[in-house]
């Protein structure tokens, strides 16, 4: 099984519709973040987080709210989803001290129409 | 302007070739340094570490130079497997990483 994993992997949905996206880890790690990726532009962060019930704002957070209910667990949501946040979308493990070197999962390829 | 510049290429180099990739961070007060590598429709997966001294891995190395806020990854002998996207990666001081949006690197035989 993956260290990170994602789900769902792909999902299509429409305009105005909410979303949840699922990332669980076996890490054991403490910092857990999500990014969305777009041609050309590479990966933003859209949130972080650092403990349980810690959450912090990325460059992109507009649109997209998080919950972290376990160490394991961090969840990102489309509250009413719109087509530019069609993305691919990375959530991200890191050890606590360290390097800070990411562990990511396979990706969740998301279309809004 | 972005934080972190790359050169989109793609970069076409015949198997064997030596090729560079070169990346500026706008944050000086940056902390960390690496580059990730991202194959086709897969996440991206650590390469190496950049440290101030340069450092080498294998065929890999890496430099940073903090003055010109600069960054830079050669591949020696390039075999058909670097075929892939290099992501250079700035951990800035609260630990918030920035991407470049990659360099695409084609090696063919």
């Known amino acids: 099984d993956a260290d990170v994993t994602q789900t769902p992997r792909n999902r299509i949905t429409k305009t105005g519709k909410r979303i949840m996206l699922e990332c669980s880890q076996t890490?054991?790690?403490?910092?857990m973040y999500w990014y969305r990726q777009d041609p050309g532009l590479g990966l933003r962060l859209i949130y972080y987080s650092f403990d349980v019930k810690d959450i912090n704002k990325g460059e992109i957070s507009d649109g997209y709210s998080v919950s972290r209910q376990a160490q394991a667990k961090f969840s990102l949501s489309l509250e009413s989803a719109i087509p530019n946040q069609t993305a691919l979308y990375f959530c991200?493990?890191?050890?606590?001290?360290?390097?800070?070197?990411?562990?990511f999962g396979a990706g969740s390829r998301l279309t809004v129409l | 302007r972005k934080e972190v510049e790359q050169d989109p290429g793609p970069f076409n180099v015949p198997e064997g070739a030596t090729v560079a990739f070169n990346c500026t961070y706008s944050n000086s007060a940056s902390q960390s340094f690496f580059w990730y590598r991202q194959d086709c429709r897969k996440e991206p997966k650590l390469l190496m570490s950049v440290y101030s001294s340069g450092n080498e891995d294998g065929r890999f190395t890496a430099q940073l130079n903090r003055a010109s806020q600069y960054i830079s990854l050669l591949i020696r002998d390039s075999k058909l497997s670097d075929s892939a996207t290099y992501l250079c990666?700035?951990?800035?001081?609260?630990?918030?990483?920035?991407f470049g949006a990659g360099t695409r690197l084609t090696v063919k035989p």
């Open positions: 990666v700035v951990n800035r001081n609260n630990n918030d990483m920035r």
């Open positions: 991200a493990t890191a050890e606590a001290t360290g390097a800070n070197v990411l562990t």
């Open positions: 890490k054991g790690h403490d910092r």
